[in-house]
């Protein structure tokens, strides 16, 4: 069973950074895995953030993201980072981590649902203040 431990929120001003990450384990290879990032703000349904594949880093971002966030990942380390930056309000929010191996890596649409994914991690806050 794969975990996922996400780490790195916090309280930011607007127009500041923060980086999250997210450690993989439970399986000895993630190199058929999709690992995403998604968001539920209170009062709001989870919502897609970025994902990543695996083995080849194709990258999938949220419109309301692209430009200000960068998602990436350490093989090395099974570590999934997202970089967030010129943080605004709204992204303010619970992440979560999540992967699944059932996912097509080379998936050429814009981004996916919470549905498609299979292992969760416990969320980390992030907080943008005005």
């Known amino acids: 069973q794969v975990q996922l431990v996400e780490s790195g929120g916090g309280l930011v001003q607007a127009g500041g950074s923060l980086r999250l990450s997210c450690a993989a384990s439970?399986?000895?290879?993630?190199?058929?895995?999709?690992m995403g990032w998604f968001r539920q703000a209170p009062g709001k349904e989870r919502e897609f953030v970025a994902a990543?594949?695996?083995?080849?880093?194709?990258?999938w971002y949220a419109d309301s993201v692209k430009g200000r966030f960068t998602v990436s990942r350490d093989r090395a380390k099974n570590t999934v980072d997202l970089q967030m930056n010129s943080l605004k309000p709204e992204d303010t929010a619970v992440y979560y981590c999540?992967?699944?191996?059932?996912?097509?890596?080379?998936?050429?649409?814009?981004?996916?649902?919470?549905?498609?994914?299979?292992?969760w991690g416990q969320g980390t806050q992030v907080t943008v203040s005005s």
């Open positions: 999540a992967s699944d191996p059932n996912l097509n890596s080379y998936y050429s649409g814009s981004g996916f649902q919470p549905a498609d994914f299979g292992s």
């Open positions: 439970g399986r000895t290879s993630f190199s058929n895995y999709v």
């Open positions: 990543i594949g695996w083995s080849g880093g194709k990258t």
